[in-house]
């Protein structure tokens, strides 16, 4: 990989840790507000919605300007979040506009490998890429769920000045230490080099701006490879949304759990996605992307599963590990959410990676991940408000749980018959690495 690839890799590593730590931390102040269980949810919605009001136009920003600077920029919109915050600004308000820097992120964020990269080294780059973020999603969700807890907080508030600035509680401490990680990845962006990469002057006019989004959307949704991989994406991205808060409404109900150890939960989550993606990395080429496919089903089945698990299934038994003592239902819990994270990592990349270069070579860096940004997001919205609904109505969590597996499965496989629809139509395998339209002009 060239050098340039590893700061990008620095940079996404500490945008990725301050995000997940700030959604505990902005978990934890809605709790202090004492807000309903229904609210927890809206936290992801206000921050996703941005991706889909912004999509026709991060795309062209990202292609106007190097996509380091698009980066620094945004990794400050983040910070200015954080800081409305800190001034009493409502959580869900605050957290939209982080949620603004982050939209104008991803494109360039996922836009500069096309450029830096070859073809040959994207799944290999977007297992890099995913191994990193889901590392920083583990820390960065374990680091949240430090930062609000009572050792972490009596520490921070302890220290000189704070309380002179205005910071009093857990929670705005925690969001204190994580804004300094953001500025950190700002330092990082910094680093990343000028790739060369030019585009032709990029629309201004919100009318043109529109019709050329909705023409890009057209072209990915009507590609035979295009189309399969956007769906499995989409779907993959709004049920690993809601994910994140079933497995902290589950550790609590099936475990017993507070969010300082539920937080611990995702975590193994994302240990297990990491493990998956590093996995597809090394083992499924560009061209061999599709055969993940029945790894979807899979994970909304052993989703399914998780709804009828705890901790009274599994003797009272507690096992030691060195200095550590952990029950064994415990051990089978993380089990679970590691076995759960790899499969959804090990199907997630490669269909990233098919995605990607399909974009680039019918579109633009850009364009495409704007685009695929934006079919992704709407599924989280659609998904975290039915989920806020299930919740609002009282449903029981077993209910929640295996209506989730249940949809991600039925959905996937239909995916899979779609998919074997179009291999009979044409062996459009053939179309990986398909010279780049010039005709189109972004």
């Known amino acids: 990989m060239k050098k340039g690839f590893y700061w990008i890799m620095a940079a996404q590593f500490f945008s990725s840790l301050a995000d997940n ?24 919605f206000f921050f ?74 994207l799944v290999a780059a977007n297992g890099w890429i995913e191994g990193t973020t889901v590392s920083s999603i583990i820390l960065g969700t374990v680091l949240g769920g430090f930062l609000v807890s009572q050792a972490a907080s009596g520490f921070l508030l302890g220290l000189p000045g704070l309380a002179a ?9 925690a969001i204190l230490v994580i804004t300094l990680v953001y500025l950190l990845a700002a330092l990082c962006n910094l680093r990343i080099p000028d790739t060369g990469a030019r585009y032709e ?40 949304a809601t994910l994140q808060f079933i497995v902290l409404k589950w550790a609590e109900h099936a475990l017993g759990l507070d969010l300082t150890m539920a937080s611990v939960m995702q975590a193994a989550v ?43 299934l599994l003797p009272d038994v507690q096992l030691h590990f060195w200095v550590v003592q952990l029950p064994l239902y415990m051990l089978f819990a993380y089990g679970f959410m590691v076995f759960i994270g790899a499969l959804a990592g090990y199907f997630v990349v490669p269909m990233n990676a098919l995605l990607q270069h399909r974009g680039y070579v019918l579109l633009s860096a850009g364009h495409s991940i704007a685009v695929q940004n934006f079919n992704e997001n709407v599924s989280v919205l659609l998904m975290l408000l039915f989920y806020a609904l299930l919740i609002r109505l009282n449903l029981p969590v077993p209910w929640v749980i295996a209506l989730f597996g249940t949809f991600v499965s039925v959905s996937m496989f ?14 459009w395998t053939q179309l990986i690495g398909e010279p780049r339209h010039e005709e189109h002009h972004s």
């Open 48 to 121: 996703t919605i941005s991706y889909v009001v912004l999509a026709p136009f991060v795309g062209a920003f990202a292609d106007a300007i190097l996509k380091w600077k698009v980066m620094f920029i945004t990794n400050l919109v983040k910070v200015a979040g954080l800081v409305l915050m800190l001034i009493s600004v409502h959580p869900l308000l605050a957290y939209g506009v982080v949620g603004l820097g982050a939209a104008a992120y991803s494109p360039a964020k996922y836009g500069i490998l096309t450029e830096l990269l070859p073809p040959q080294q």
């Open 270 to 312: 994302a240990l297990g996605v990491a493990a998956g993606a590093i996995s597809a990395a090394v083992r499924v080429p560009l061209k061999k992307s599709l055969s993940v496919l029945p790894l979807g089903v899979g994970m909304g089945l052993t989703t399914v599963a998780l709804a009828f698990f705890n901790r009274e």
């Open 165 to 173: 600035v205005g910071i009093n509680t857990t929670p705005e401490a």
């Open 21 to 44: 730590a700030l959604l505990i931390a902005a978990i934890a102040l809605l709790v202090q507000m004492q807000s309903p269980d229904w609210m927890t949810p809206l936290l992801k």
């Open 414 to 427: 239909m995916v899979i018959l779609w998919y074997r629809r179009n291999q009979r139509e044409r062996d």
């Open 201 to 240: 002057k990029q629309k201004t006019r919100l009318v043109a701006l529109l019709v050329d989004f909705a023409h890009c959307t057209k072209v990915l949704w009507t590609d035979k490879l295009g189309q399969i991989s956007l769906a499995v994406t989409t779907l993959f991205w709004g049920a690993g």
